[in-house]
């Protein structure tokens, strides 16, 4: 699939690092969606610290269980990808083909490790200035290019830019290099965001979605943990609040009507009702938000069981 090629080949290069200091944010001209982790405040959660203490273990079992060869694994990186890799946002503005226009921006640190050199055998690799920086370019794929820049700001602390297209990653370099933001700042002890600033309609299909779909200008979700919850917080934003108190009754009554369901020995739906007992939904003027506490635990199992996860 080609943008997990286009991904793989800007994670070689997109190792990110805290964003310079900003004074005001902005979104790259025509986003639909954003998409931001903080690993972070991920590693520090307890779902994020198991999972990658099972990923660590993962790399240890292909290495057959030979710290010295992860060792030299870190020691060819430069940094150890597990513990120096802070976060990255990336954006996209084509649903159909996502991968013809990503933009990303990871976070790092203080050091890059040996990334730079690293990408000089890459297919198809060139270089070119941009200013003071050095745009890297490789074509993984035949369809296409990816452009990158490693950004170091006033701190000392790095990003890796990259892009599909040379005019992002040169419109993003300009951006940071006057201390505005390209990745919007998560909320405090949030370490997912997924925002969807205009629908797919065209990919949503017919049907009660799109009536839903029609009423609704942008989604918002964040994801976080604190006092042994996970936390989902999903706002739903319309065009005036007739719409939104019309998919608030929506929101309500489903949840009502999962509940009356009797679960005839269904595990799944059991657990669906269970889940939901927590949820509230609240309208504030023309948005509509669903928040929904799961305990921790809760969640560990799930992964553990379901998705087969070693936790």
Do not use: C
């Not at 290069?13 to 004074?23: H, K, N, V, Y």
């Not at 996970?230 to 065009?239: K, P, R, V």
């Not at 305990?295 to 553990?304: D, G, M, N, Q």
């Amino acid at each position: 699939m080609r943008i997990s090629v286009a991904i793989a080949a800007m994670s070689l290069w997109l190792l990110p690092a805290s964003a310079p200091a900003q004074e005001r944010e902005t979104t790259p001209s025509g986003a639909k969606f954003i998409v931001q982790l903080d690993l972070d405040a991920f590693r520090a959660s307890r779902v994020g610290s198991q999972l990658f203490e099972a990923a660590t273990q993962a790399a240890m079992n292909e290495l057959g269980d030979d710290e010295e060869k992860l060792d030299q694994v870190r020691e060819a990186l430069g940094f150890d990808p597990l513990t120096e890799i802070h976060g990255f946002t990336l954006f996209g503005s084509d649903f159909d083909s996502p991968e013809d226009d990503l933009q990303v921006v990871i976070r790092m640190g203080k050091t890059t490790g040996n990334l730079e050199g690293m990408v000089l055998a890459l297919p198809e690799y060139e270089s070119s200035d941009y200013g003071d920086h050095i745009i890297h370019s490789a074509q993984p794929d035949d369809d296409m290019q990816v452009f990158a820049v490693i950004y170091e700001d006033n701190d000392g602390n790095h990003s890796v830019v990259a892009a599909t297209r040379r005019a992002a990653v040169e419109k993003m370099l300009d951006t940071m290099s006057e201390e505005i933001s390209v990745a919007p700042q998560l909320a405090p002890g949030a370490f997912l965001s997924v925002n969807i600033l205009e629908l797919p309609m065209d990919q949503i299909g017919d049907g009660p979605q799109e009536n839903i779909a029609k009423l609704l200008r942008q989604i918002s979700l964040t994801v976080s943990e604190a006092d042994e919850n996970f936390a989902i917080h999903l706002s739903l934003s319309t065009e005036d609040e007739q719409k939104a108190e019309q998919l608030r009754q929506m929101a309500q009554g489903v949840v009502a009507m999962i509940g009356f369901v009797q679960d005839e020995g269904d595990d799944d739906l059991k657990m669906v009702q269970e889940l939901l007992r927590g949820l509230t939904v609240q309208r504030d003027e023309a948005t509509i938000t669903l928040d929904l506490e799961i305990p921790t635990e809760k969640v560990i199992e799930f992964l553990r069981e379901e998705a087969d996860l070693p936790l």
